[in-house]
């Protein structure tokens, strides 16, 4: 039995982490700033175990909290983007307060899974890892899709029209995007304790899709039947996409980052040491949608 504490399950992969990670040999504790507000959030059953602590102002409970026998920590990026010296600042000092918890259980071993979009702005993470002399992985992973992630949201707006209108570059550019719930049996099956020390490696999915296959897939999973196309230029797309399906800022500016750093990445790192077989595209969006 391998014991966990897994950190950032304010974000999408964190939250559901908490839900999926834990298995019958991976058992998971999850630590959240307002535990209550987190109850009110999540909509499936958590089978992790939660502790309420604020990593960025410590307190009682940051002190207090003790785990012992722990194999190693993972740390989700839990700003919205680390490009920004403000909430960069505020990832390093709760990545740090992190470190010093799994050293208090006596444990140096701590996984950090960043996003593509965090590739160019990793050194500081590093350095900071280095020097805390922690024996530290990080994972630059690929935009996933899943139950609530932001292209099953966006997917579901526009699933509700009977036309849809797009932007043909967007509609036929591929990428490789990850099941999630693979990406935490992937997490559970790599052999971190003796592999990847100090090094970054990538995370991608296997098959290559373009955004209307996947959305098409989308909608036989959802029954929503065939949809009328009509293809306009950047401008309309873009207006067009919030006025008739009513889909929020936040949501916008997450699938511009995923357009703007989506790429291919390579996986032999990982793959020279451990095999693993991804769920296939077509069957993992009815599972999880």
Same mark, same amino acid.
């Given at each position: 039995?391998?014991?966990?504490? =897994?950190?950032?399950?304010?974000?999408?992969?964190?939250?559901?982490?908490?839900c999926?990670?834990?298995?019958?040999?991976? #058992?998971?504790?999850?630590?959240?700033?307002?535990?209550?507000?987190?109850?009110? =959030? *999540?909509?499936?059953?958590?089978?992790?175990?939660?502790?309420?602590?604020?990593?960025?102002?410590?307190?009682?409970?940051?002190?207090?909290?003790?785990?012992?026998?722990?194999?190693?920590?993972?740390?989700?990026?839990?700003?919205?983007?680390? #490009?920004?010296?403000?909430?960069?600042?505020?990832?390093?000092?709760?990545? $740090?307060?992190?470190?010093?918890?799994?050293?208090?259980?006596?444990?140096?071993?701590?996984?950090?899974?960043?996003?593509?979009?965090?590739?160019?702005?990793?050194?500081? %993470?590093?350095?900071?890892?280095?020097?805390?002399? %922690?024996?530290?992985?990080? *994972?630059?992973?690929?935009?996933? =899709?899943?139950?609530?992630?932001?292209?099953?949201?966006?997917?579901a707006?526009?699933?509700? $029209?009977?036309?849809?209108?797009?932007?043909?570059?967007?509609?036929?550019?591929?990428?490789?995007?990850?099941?999630?719930?693979? *990406?935490? $049996?992937?997490?559970?099956?790599?052999?971190?304790?003796?592999?990847?020390?100090?090094?970054?490696?990538?995370?991608?999915g296997?098959?290559?899709?373009?955004?209307?296959?996947?959305f098409?897939?989308?909608?036989?999973?959802?029954?929503?039947?065939?949809?009328?196309?009509?293809?306009?230029?950047?401008?309309?797309?873009?207006?067009?996409?919030?006025r008739?399906?009513? =889909?929020?800022?936040? #949501?916008? #500016?997450?699938?511009?980052?995923?357009?703007?750093?989506e790429?291919? *990445?390579?996986?032999?790192?990982?793959?020279?040491?451990?095999?693993?077989?991804?769920?296939?595209?077509?069957?993992?969006?009815?599972?999880d949608?």
């Open positions: 039995m391998k014991k966990v504490l =897994i950190s950032g399950l304010n974000t999408y992969l964190g939250r559901r982490a908490s999926y990670l834990q298995s019958s040999d991976f #058992d998971v504790t999850g630590l959240v700033r307002n535990l209550s507000l987190f109850n009110k =959030i *999540v909509k499936e059953k958590v089978t992790a175990k939660l502790f309420e602590l604020d990593l960025l102002r410590k307190g009682e409970a940051f002190e207090r909290f003790q785990i012992t026998d722990l194999n190693f920590g993972i740390y989700f990026t839990q700003v919205p983007s680390l #490009d920004n010296d403000i909430q960069l600042q505020l990832e390093l000092l709760g990545l $740090r307060n992190f470190v010093e918890i799994c050293k208090r259980a006596g444990n140096n071993r701590v996984i950090y899974v960043a996003r593509l979009m965090d590739e160019h702005f990793l050194e500081p %993470v590093r350095n900071l890892l280095e020097n805390l002399r %922690v024996q530290y992985t990080i *994972v630059i992973k690929s935009s996933v =899709i899943g139950k609530e992630s932001v292209l099953n949201r966006i997917f707006k526009l699933a509700k $029209r009977q036309t849809i209108f797009y932007w043909n570059w967007v509609a036929s550019l591929k990428f490789r995007p990850l099941p999630l719930l693979d *990406v935490y $049996r992937w997490l559970r099956e790599m052999p971190w304790e003796n592999n990847f020390i100090s090094e970054v490696i990538y995370l991608g296997n098959e290559e899709m373009t955004f209307r296959g996947l098409y897939h989308f909608l036989k999973c959802t029954s929503e039947g065939q949809k009328r196309e009509i293809g306009v230029n950047k401008f309309f797309a873009k207006l067009l996409l919030t008739l399906n009513d =889909i929020n800022k936040e #949501d916008i #500016d997450e699938f511009r980052r995923v357009l703007y750093y790429k291919n *990445v390579d996986n032999s790192t990982w793959q020279r040491v451990q095999t693993f077989e991804f769920t296939p595209l077509k069957s993992y969006v009815c599972m949608t």
